[in-house]
């Protein structure tokens, strides 16, 4: 079915017979207004665009090829279970269709189709209409013959006579005929035409191009003139030219005569033209039908049908990004190991609507949260999705915070068109949308751009809408411990050559296994990306510079740089540089940061009991009594918490 549809060449063109069929005024005689005054008749009409009436008549045959099919196509799907594809199939089959296809076989020839060529197309539009219709087409269509044949029959001519064996007949629309030689022919013909050779058949020799043929040199970037002079040559004489405005000219009156036999087609099926928007669209959807049934039925992995309901949690289970697992990596997919794709599974409810996703550059997280985006789409569409399991709320819209770049057309900054799009999703997303933030802030200062990130994160947990935020900012993870519904994850790394496990989600440190820290790894701990999404944070030391180990950088530059990782982390005593720790350096008191830690999470216990209080002012009056003895409850369990001598009463 998608093969017959596709070979149709008017496929794409019924839009266009919409808009040639759209009622519009039309001229008429002078009328009385009931008060003795005559209207004087409105001007007489232009006469007709030869280019206008080609362009219908190439219209109409490309639409009159598609509904010869259109009934077949409808014959198979009203005997379909579908009852949407059996809709489909009950448009198709409209009686309009074939009137009008009769209409169309009574003007046209039934055996006119489109050519292939600019010189073939415009042959079959002058032939378009049935001869014997009026006389003057007839006419101009024999003029239009003898033309051509004319100047088939100079090429052959001038052929014998110069003895150019390449000489061979073009057309365009802009030039009519034109002659076409090889460079070093077209001398040879210049000669002849100056000693008056020929017969006079070369009188007047010209060239019509002084292009210079280029090519784009690769090596140096720019161009490199290989010719001096074009391998071919575009020429024409005294007698083409006549025979060019001769030719044009029957070709004009040709069309200008098949204008009224054209307009009076249009005209009589302009009463009916909703049935052809009725028929683009049902076509339309059909096309998108059969491109999403061939792609899961050619899908090297499972596909399932997504399941929607009214207000429970996005959850995908073993997701795949279409376009990765069938574009990259030989066709297998990509972002994975040994070039398959890995699956990863997605759980945003109504408890944990953020998800904070960590992990090192290259790990995989942009893909990822595009692969959310692109299977919601997928399921919105009506689509199957690349997942084992997917379920999914309506969505009313997707907003994406992702990539970097400035605009020139706006003079913004990559921040500012950072910041620009952030204030858009803050302003208009709902609780039904959803998010996917991606890197936010990393077109500023880190400390700049992690605050900045933050106080993001927080307006969006306030708006309790789903959310997959993909960062670098080690300090994000705090979020968990002051929001419960933020879950966090990372995109699993392993450290290899330095008897380093996989560092990514809790792991271990990635210096290795013998404590012996950077000495143990510098030169030989490689960075081996995993792309597994797990629970917890990714705690990589120095991914940064084990990333550009792997790009060749030399090894002096890269020993500077492991030194002054050194030094800093000595100074600054965290061990490790790229594993950011939330505790303040000027005030490093491990309590202090428990204590506060302790006190956030008695606050946000505090702010779920109260969730339900009419008043909101979090009045002990106005909670009921279970509330109440909850809170007490919660007041004791506090003075324990921020007791040092109860260090893990928060366990």
Partial sequence: MRAALRS???????????????PGGSGGGGVGNGGGVTVTAPPPPPPPNPAKVAAKIKTILGVRATLRVVPGVGDALRACASPLLREIGSTCGKDFFQSFLTRVDDVFEPDVVEGRSTFAQRTRQVFAVKGGVDAFLDLARRSFCETTEAAHELLRTTRELAGAESLRLTYSDARGFQLSVSAVEFGVMTACATRGGGGGVLHSLQRVDGRVETRRDARGGGDAYLNATPPSVKCTTSTLERLNARHKEAM????????????????????NFPALGALSAAL???????????????ARGAWTRPAFTSNGPLAIEEGRHPLMEGG????????????????????????????????????????????VATLVVLAHAGCYVPASFFSCPPIDAIYARVGTGDSLETDASSFMVEMREMQHILANATRDSLVLVDELGRSTSSGDGE??????????????LKCVFATHADRLRGLATMYPGVRVSSLSVRVVGGGGGVVGGGGGRGYGRDGRGYDAVHGRGELDFRYKLVDGECVVDHYGLRLAATMGFPNAMMDAAWAIAREVDARDGNGGGSRVTTTNTEDPDPWGVERARRVATVAQRAMLLCAGDSDGDGAAAALEPGKLDALRRLQTQARALLTPAAPNACA
């Fill in 284 to 298: 339309s959807l059909l096309d998108v039908l059969l491109a999403f049934a061939a792609k899961v039925m050619n």
């Fill in 451 to 464: 605050r900045v990130a933050w106080a993001c994160a927080e307006a969006l947990l306030r708006m309790d």
């Fill in 8 to 22: 149709t060449p008017g496929a794409a063109d019924v839009d266009k017979v919409i808009a040639q069929f759209a």
């Fill in 328 to 371: 990259v990596c030989g066709g297998g997919g990509g972002g994975g190991c040994g070039g398959l794709f890995v699956p990863n599974s997605t759980f945003l409810s109504d408890a944990f609507p953020f998800s904070l996703v960590t992990g090192p550059n290259m790990s995989g997280k942009s893909t990822y949260a595009r692969q």
């Fill in 252 to 271: 004009d009156d040709a069309f200008a005569r098949s204008a009224g036999v054209v307009d009076e087609l249009v005209r009589s099926v302009r009463d």
